[in-house]
């Protein structure tokens, strides 16, 4: 947890094996890997696992293949988040004993009643901070009584910004997020304690990843400077989107990686053909990533999503 900010670069694709790898999630490992190597950085590989009655030993198989098959290996061996939930929860304890964080005794069911009474209202949901405010003498009493609790972070109020290579300067204001949870009841974590727990451990410097996750970004500076540690330069790309502009779902057919091996698709065109719609190559062109590396440029990437469909491989 004592990690600092690498002089080299280090950029990590983090798939979820819950499902099969899609030509979105194909795109965002490209970018990672191109990046590490115009950099002469390191590309490291860490399947998110911790959802353990959807991630397979068998899905994570097919990903592995399918990024080697694709000519992107990791640098480094393969981190498993499952095997960091010790680490995420010492970062926990660590944001509750420096007073970043404080338990949150509601439940869910109080939660859910609040969120149905503020929708009847047509208001926004926000936690209260209701627990926030607890006495040290109330907070013991809790404890004794063995109740539950989940760990939140204490947003502040004031301005977050940070300096994205797609969209240039974004600032959200903090009062915007509300105090969200680290670690569940239970002690396991939430992806935005462990997604930052596993990336300084792995002393990642560069997050390259899609459009999706950037209200994830001000959370997680958070919870780097309330750890004591530099935050990574952050960068979102557009999403990949079906003909009808709508996120990649069954809806469009089956988009996944495992398919086109099937089909006998090649590699170097599933690489022309998110390169050109990158606008990098010419239609129709087919390559290996190392052929990318001359023209890869995030800075020229058009920030409207790009639109795939299986027409793109013919």
Same mark, same amino acid.
């Given at each position: 947890?004592?990690?600092?900010?690498?002089?080299?670069?280090?950029?990590?694709?983090?798939?979820?094996?819950?499902?099969?790898?899609?030509?979105?999630?194909?795109?965002?490992?490209?970018?990672?890997?191109?990046?590490?190597?115009?950099?002469?950085? +390191?590309?490291?590989?860490?399947?998110? !696992?911790?959802?353990?009655?959807?991630?397979?030993?068998?899905? $994570?198989? /097919?990903? @592995? =293949?399918?990024?080697?098959?694709?000519?992107?290996?990791?640098?480094?061996?393969?981190?498993?988040?499952?095997?960091?939930?010790?680490?995420?929860?010492?970062?926990?304890?660590?944001?509750?004993?420096?007073?970043?964080?404080?338990?949150?005794?509601?439940?869910?069911?109080?939660?859910?009643?609040?969120?149905?009474?503020?929708?009847? +209202?047509?208001?926004?949901?926000?936690? !209260?901070?209701?627990?926030?405010?607890?006495?040290?003498?109330? $907070?013991? /009493?809790? @404890? =004794?009584?063995?109740?539950?609790?989940?760990?939140?972070?204490?947003?502040?109020?004031?301005?977050?910004?940070?300096?994205?290579?797609?969209?240039?300067?974004?600032?959200?204001?903090?009062?915007?997020?509300?105090?969200?949870?680290?670690?569940?009841?239970?002690?396991?974590?939430?992806?935005?304690?462990?997604?930052?727990?596993?990336?300084?451990?792995?002393?990642?410097?560069?997050?390259?990843?899609?459009?999706?996750?950037?209200?994830?970004?001000?959370?997680?500076? @958070?919870?780097?400077?309330?750890?004591?540690?530099?935050?990574?330069?952050?960068?979102?790309?557009?999403?990949?989107?079906?003909?009808?502009?709508?996120?990649?779902?069954?809806?469009?057919?089956?988009?996944?990686?495992?398919?086109?091996?099937?089909?006998?698709?090649?590699?170097?065109?599933?690489?022309?053909?998110?390169?050109?719609?990158?606008?990098?190559?010419?239609?129709?062109?087919?390559?290996?990533?190392?052929?990318?590396?001359?023209?890869?440029?995030?800075?020229? @990437?058009?920030?409207?999503?790009?639109?795939?469909?299986?027409?793109?491989?013919?």
């Amino acid at each position: 947890m004592d990690s600092v900010k690498s002089s080299d670069v280090r950029v990590r694709f983090a798939p979820s094996p819950t499902g099969d790898l899609h030509v979105g999630g194909v795109r965002t490992a490209l970018f990672n890997y191109l990046f590490a190597r115009r950099s002469g950085g +390191k590309f490291l590989l860490r399947v998110e !696992d911790t959802d353990k009655k959807r991630s397979t030993q068998e899905a $994570i198989q /097919v990903i @592995l =293949d399918g990024l080697a098959w694709l000519g992107m290996n990791s640098d480094e061996g393969v981190v498993y988040q499952s095997q960091q939930q010790s680490a995420h929860r010492k970062a926990g304890d660590k944001l509750l004993e420096n007073g970043a964080a404080y338990r949150c005794f509601c439940t869910k069911e109080q939660i859910a009643e609040r969120r149905e009474i503020a929708q009847r +209202k047509k208001n926004e949901y926000k936690y !209260d901070r209701r627990c926030a405010h607890l006495s040290d003498a109330e $907070i013991k /009493v809790n @404890l =004794d009584a063995n109740m539950p609790f989940a760990v939140r972070l204490k947003v502040p109020g004031e301005l977050i910004s940070f300096d994205d290579l797609v969209h240039e300067r974004i600032t959200v204001s903090g009062m915007e997020i509300e105090d969200f949870i680290l670690l569940r009841s239970d002690g396991t974590p939430t992806y935005m304690l462990a997604v930052v727990v596993d990336d300084l451990d792995s002393g990642v410097t560069e997050v390259l990843r899609a459009d999706d996750l950037l209200p994830s970004t001000p959370r997680q500076m @958070l919870i780097y400077r309330h750890l004591g540690a530099e935050s990574p330069d952050f960068t979102h790309v557009p999403l990949v989107v079906g003909p009808d502009h709508r996120r990649l779902a069954k809806r469009h057919g089956d988009t996944s990686l495992a398919r086109y091996r099937r089909e006998g698709i090649s590699p170097e065109a599933i690489i022309g053909a998110l390169a050109h719609g990158s606008g990098w190559v010419e239609e129709g062109t087919r390559c290996r990533p190392e052929d990318l590396l001359a023209r890869f440029d995030l800075s020229s @990437l058009p920030t409207e999503p790009m639109i795939w469909s299986d027409e793109r491989l013919q």
